[in-house]
């Protein structure tokens, strides 16, 4: 698989898994990549906790404390972006 | 009166003490009091070059760093008082704040300046927090009187627009001054700092670090909530003072593994505050650690004006430990509805009068006598009190004071929202904001869009966490909105 292929993959998993958790389904399919998470409280505080779970859960990825910023949290994109990364080094 | 008269005394006198020791140690950065005073110093010069005077007020907007830290002190140092805002804020909340307290200079670093556009027509000077080698230091103060404002706290108002609650430096350092003494702080003391710098919890880690020439240790705003990471914050920090609301603490024991781990041997002082802790976390917590535990009480307004510190009696109870007595120099009562002082075993509303009683609203009439706190107490037979409830419709989540008739005021602003309810529900941990919205005939408003809509005006903290769309909103017999029926369908 391509670097952009993983990429993908992750950023679709993390968009079904905000959509479910987090939106009752997103029945308009409003929830996309470039969506602002923090700005617009979908990821609050405490979701964010289950958020990261997940991203260990599902990916082994372990999200150090200087990671957890709005700039890695602030859309699907960056968050895909940062597993991605993380992932990365993980397996060099 | 001994000791400074001034909040930025603190500091420059901790400085002057002991400059080689830690002011603060953080993620977000470390710096000694020597350091973060000539930052201060620093930044001081260049704010009164862009003629900020006594009196003024600056919007201070960013991340818990030695540089917000410092951009504070600066301000205070030239007699202004500081606004500090959530560095999670969006942009329409900092340019309300900024119309609401009058203020004309943003303080921020470089990273967010560029976010409020030249257009908007507030805060036409923009300094970034940054240190400047070379910037000339500013060593000299004002001497502000214990009446002069110190810092402006904004908390939902229950109109739609946010209230500026006016602190002076006499209201400050009379809680600081307290707290001081009754943890007996020394400058071994490592104070986390969990709160917001725009909560009034935060006002504790800070200045009596400051006092003592201790080292305060700020949680960042992103991992505010992540359990894990604060369990290791606690441990990997040696912090011997945690202050935070308690469904912080809760979170931290059902998700963090609090409890799983031994007590850091550090840790010595446990404080509550903002919200009931159930009795059953309060008595875990005393079951794994021998800290002191301090459930402390006060709106905003007061800071905090009464004191409970939890006995092993307590532990018995079936409800949460009383607020206890007063504190901070302040005298508190229950007034009945009758207008009477309540006797033991008697509800009232709790009345605060003194050092702590804040100056008023920004913009509005000054305060004037005792504070009546919209808060339902009971007397105990000891004279101290049980906090019972809300007077009014202002709910808590996550520690977060939130007038749902603001959140709903913001939502009726969008179009098609035919009309619209805010609720909070479930209890403690799970606590959270629902709004309901009935849209208008034809609408296919989604929930993203009323979020993006929301966003313009609300923090994150005052977006619902769920939104139901609703085909009409439950009323009573006489035809009103009935908040309690939405409230009994949702909650499990």
Redesign the interface.
């Given at each position: 698989m391509t670097a952009m292929q993983e990429r993908e993959e992750i950023a679709a998993k993390l968009l079904a898994f905000i959509r479910n958790s987090f939106l009752a389904g997103d029945p308009q399919g409003e929830l996309t990549g470039d969506t602002p998470l923090l700005a617009l409280g979908i990821l609050n505080s405490l979701n964010t906790a289950t958020l990261i779970a997940y991203t260990q859960e599902e990916f082994g990825v372990k999200v150090p404390l200087h990671d957890v910023s709005p700039e890695n949290f602030k859309s699907v994109d960056s968050l895909s972006s940062m597993v991605h990364e993380r992932r990365s080094t993980a397996d060099a | 009166m001994t000791g400074p008269g001034s909040l930025h005394d603190l500091l420059i006198e901790s400085a002057a003490r002991t400059p080689g020791a830690l002011a603060v140690d953080g993620?977000g950065g470390t710096a000694t009091y020597a350091e973060l005073d000539a930052r201060a110093g620093a930044l001081a010069g260049v704010l009164a070059a862009r003629d900020v005077r006594r009196g003024d007020r600056v919007l201070v907007w960013g991340p818990k760093t030695p540089d917000t830290l410092a951009a504070m002190q600066a301000v205070l140092r030239l007699g202004a008082a500081y606004v500090p805002v959530d560095?999670?804020s969006?942009v329409a909340r900092v340019v309300t704040i900024a119309r609401e307290a009058g203020a004309r200079v943003l303080c921020a670093p470089a990273d967010l300046l560029p976010r409020v556009p030249d257009d908007a027509g507030e805060l036409p000077v923009r300094v970034g927090t940054a240190a400047r080698p070379g910037a000339p230091v500013r060593t000299t103060r004002v001497l502000t009187g214990r009446d002069e404002p110190a810092y402006i706290l904004f908390t939902s108002g229950s109109t739609g627009t946010p209230k500026g609650v006016t602190i002076s430096h006499g209201n400050a350092l009379a809680f600081v001054r307290w707290a001081v003494t009754e943890l007996a702080a020394s400058p071994e003391d490592r104070f986390a700092n969990h709160a917001s710098l725009t909560f009034d919890l935060s006002v504790l880690d800070i200045y009596a670090a400051f006092s003592v020439g201790a080292t305060v240790c700020p949680v960042?705003t992103?991992?505010?909530?992540?359990?894990?990471?604060l369990v290791?914050?606690l441990h990997r920090h040696r912090i011997t003072v945690w202050y935070s609301v308690p469904s912080v603490l809760a979170?931290m024991r059902r998700?963090g593994g609090l409890l799983d781990r031994p007590a850091p041997g550090s840790l010595r002082a446990l404080l509550f505050a903002g919200e009931p802790f159930a009795i059953h976390h309060v008595r875990e917590l005393a079951a794994w650690t021998g800290a002191r535990m301090l459930n402390l009480y006060g709106p905003t307004e007061t800071n905090v004006c009464t004191c409970h510190e939890v006995r092993p009696g307590d532990l018995t109870r079936g409800v949460p430990v009383p607020i206890g007595r007063a504190c901070s120099g302040d005298r508190v009562w229950a007034r009945t509805s009758d207008g009477r002082t309540a006797g033991p075993g008697e509800e009232g509303e709790l009345l605060v009068s003194g050092p702590t009683v804040f100056l008023g609203y920004w913009g509005r009439p000054p305060q004037r006598g005792p504070y009546a706190t919209g808060d339902r107490v009971r007397v105990r037979a000891d004279g101290s009190f049980d906090y019972l409830g809300r007077n009014d419709g202002q709910v808590k989540v996550?520690g977060h004071r939130i007038e749902p008739s603001e959140v709903t005021a913001a939502l009726h602003t969008h179009p098609e929202v035919l009309e619209a309810a805010v609720v909070a529900l479930g209890d403690g941990?799970d606590r959270?904001l629902a709004a309901f919205v009935h849209r208008a005939p034809g609408s296919?408003l989604?929930?993203?869009?009323l979020?993006?809509h929301?966003?313009r005006s609300l923090p994150?903290?005052?977006?619902?966490?769920?939104v139901h769309f609703v085909d009409e909103l439950p009323r009573n017999d006489r035809g009103k909105l009935d908040l309690a029926a939405l409230v009994a369908h949702h909650n499990p």
């Open positions: - | 993620p560095p999670l969006p960042p992103e991992v505010a909530q992540v359990a894990t990471r290791d914050f979170l998700e996550r941990l959270r296919a989604g929930n993203i869009a979020r993006r929301l966003a994150p903290q005052m977006i619902p966490d769920e």
